[in-house]
């Protein structure tokens, strides 16, 4: 299992939070997501195995 950060652009709400959680969570191979909106970043839990960073 691998962690990693990725920085995503142009978060400003709820909503969008929602939209890059689900979209996330319906790649087989991750298993946690967590948004930070404040920061412009979310935090991947993944298998390398089964989803590439490309991918995410």
Request: net charge neutral; proline share 0%; aromatic share 0%.
């Given at each position: 299992m691998m962690t990693i950060t990725l920085q995503v652009?142009?978060?400003t709400c709820g909503?969008?939070?929602?939209?890059?959680?689900?979209?996330?969570?319906?790649?087989d191979g991750v298993s946690r997501v967590e948004?930070?909106?404040?920061?412009?970043?979310v935090d991947v839990d993944y298998d390398e195995t089964k989803v590439s960073v490309e991918k995410l």
């Open positions: 652009q142009g978060m909503h969008c939070k929602a939209a890059v959680t689900n979209a996330l969570q319906t790649l948004v930070h909106l404040q920061e412009g970043t």
